[in-house]
């Protein structure tokens, strides 16, 4: 036991160590300082298991003694004072203070000094390991209060979560659902618990994609992937999920807790993105490819046109072979435009359109189209309201339509028609988010053929997406159906089961515009002229024929490959020029435009014509053209009798 005696009386401090001198060797070990200071200073050195204080020293008397003794002192440091035997009071008043006991130094026996010291320490020990407890016992209930809040906390985040929490047995039996899992499948808790997880099965995974799910997760490894899943309702929806294992102490797998968040919307806005993209590289092929495609149809179909003009030279046989040139020439400027048509590069011409109409006159030409044994029927609306769009395009929709039904049905049976009024509310378009409230008419084509794989059915409209044989069809039909539609502001819902047949039906905004048209050029002899033609076109080939052709109608020609050619012609035949024929595009740095724009600065009647394979939408916004200006634009290719009505048709303008 480690002694502190602070005793300024020399006499007392000896007899103090003579006692404790006087137990077993090593017991005690005391150490004695006369004054206070020196004694506080010895309390930093070393640990100490009592301190004797004198309570009359030569720096400090009484209870301030005891006071900065204490205050010097660790907590654990018991104080015993020592006082005269007059001074009892003062003893008492010392321990009150906070002193463990007190000693009258006069008569102190060896015995009472050594039992007082032991009871003392025996007691400060007992008195730490009570606080020790009590600290324990406090430090237990705050983890306890501290846990139950973390707890607490992990509870409410997790019922207030937005994604989905989902927490199932080994077995696979759920055992907790969050109110987010309520929300997104339309399963209530009760309804869950107990289930497995196959209940929201959509048909989409195949059974390999489970069987790896599960073989990483009875691995012990986190799974993290999407699914499709179905609500109770029946809908489906896109989840991104993330599923791991969770053990016990021993490391054995007790639970599987899956986070899985909705992401139908953003996979919508993706499959959105990729079908813009798909359309925009469609686009630029269209582009790039109908300028020399169409220059090359019409070379064809001008030759065999331009003979045809010269039939008395022909036999029948060679007549027909034309017929087909010129057949075959139109089907490859019908594919050129229905690429544009898809990729939106096809200029738009919208009118009120009367839906019965068009399609009462395209009746006769779709029963041409499909086989005897295909029973065509046409419902028409009553009271239909104008729809504002392109008729050319909208008739190309139907005939797609028509067309398609008909491969679905190679032994025959029934195709409907069917056109009606439509009012559509937020509630009935939440499930199509192409769909919008209003008021539409509706075009539903309807078969009874083999109907469309539900794997396919999302796939229907991508571009060069078929399930025909190879040769049987282009992937084009569906893909047009669905750029002409948007572009008319509507849109298409599919209805199909496999061996029942399919209806897509077409919403387009209804119009209260006045019902008007577009005249066409009339159906007038061909006629020439005296009038001399600046005919500008960088192809060798088409340039030829079109001279002949203009030629063979009397119009002179003066012709070059590209704009200086022809500026260099102009300077030379300025006076007899009466109108520039030109290619929009050309190599040399000057389109077709800048060069009537140029010319017609320097003579401001000059007619113009401009002929491309591109649609005016797609040149930009100086493919914008006028009849008022006598300014035309003609697609290639177009049929000599086109471009010969046009030429007179422009030539005799004011």
Known sequence: ????????????????????????????????????????????????????????????????????????????????VLTGVEDEALGAEAVRQGAQDYLAKRGLSAELLTRTLRYTVERQHAQMALLDAEERCREMAEGRRVSEEAQQR???????????????????????????????????????????????????????????????????????????????????????????????????????????RDVSREALLEAELRQAQKMEAIGQLAGGLAHDFNNLLGIISGNAELLLLRRPGLGPEAVEGLNSVIRAAERGASLTRQLLIFSRKQTMQPQPVALNELVGNLLKMLKRTIPEDIRLECLYGEGLPLVQGDPGMLEQVLLNLVVNARDAMPRGGRLLIALDKASRDGESVRGNP???????????????????????????????????????????????????????????????????????????????????????????????????????????????????????????????TCASEALEVWRRHEREISLLLTDFVMPGGMSGRELGERLRGQRPGLKLVFMSGYSPEALGKDGEFSEGTRTYFLHKPCSPRTLLQTLRQCLDGD
């Open 434 to 560: 192409e769909a919008r409230a209003g008021e539409f008419v509706r075009l539903a084509v309807s078969d009874t053929g083999s109907g469309i794989a539900p794997e396919h059915l999302q796939r229907i409209f991508e571009p060069f997406f078929t399930t025909k044989e190879p040769g049987k069809g282009t992937g084009l039909g569906l893909a047009i159906v669905y750029g002409i539609v948007k572009q008319h502001q509507g849109w298409t819902e599919v209805y199909s089961r496999l061996g029942q047949g399919s209806t897509f039906k077409i919403y387009l905004p209804a119009s209260l515009a006045a019902p008007g048209g577009v005249v066409p050029l009339a159906e007038t002899r061909l006629r020439g002229g005296p009038e001399t033609i600046l005919l500008v076109e960088d192809d060798l080939s088409l340039r030829m024929i079109t001279r002949r052709l203009l030629e063979t109608f009397q119009y002179k020609v003066r012709e070059a």
């Open 1 to 80: 036991m480690k002694i502190l005696l602070i005793e300024d009386d020399a006499a007392d401090a000896r007899h103090i160590q003579e006692m404790l001198k006087a137990e077993p060797p090593g017991r005690f070990d005391v150490v004695t300082e006369p004054e206070l200071r020196l004694g506080l200073a010895a309390l930093g050195e070393r640990t100490w298991d009592v301190l004797l204080l004198d309570l009359d020293l030569p720096d400090s008397q009484g209870l301030e003694a005891l006071a900065r003794a204490r205050e010097a002192a660790a907590d654990s440091l018991p104080v015993i």
């Open 154 to 260: 992990l509870a409410t985040a997790i019922e207030q979560a937005a994604e989905a929490i989902l927490i199932t047995d080994v077995r696979g039996r759920i055992v907790y659902a969050n109110p987010a899992f309520e929300k997104i499948t339309g399963y209530s808790r009760q309804e869950a618990i107990g289930q497995n997880p196959r209940m929201l099965k959509s048909g989409r995974q195949d059974p390999v994609f489970y069987r790896r799910m599960w073989g990483s997760l009875i691995r012990g490894q986190a799974w993290h992937g999407r699914l499709v899943n179905k609500r109770k309702d029946g809908l489906l929806y896109e989840q991104d999920a993330s599923i791991t294992p969770v053990r016990d102490v021993t490391g054995q797998i007790i639970n599987y807790v899956a986070v899985a």
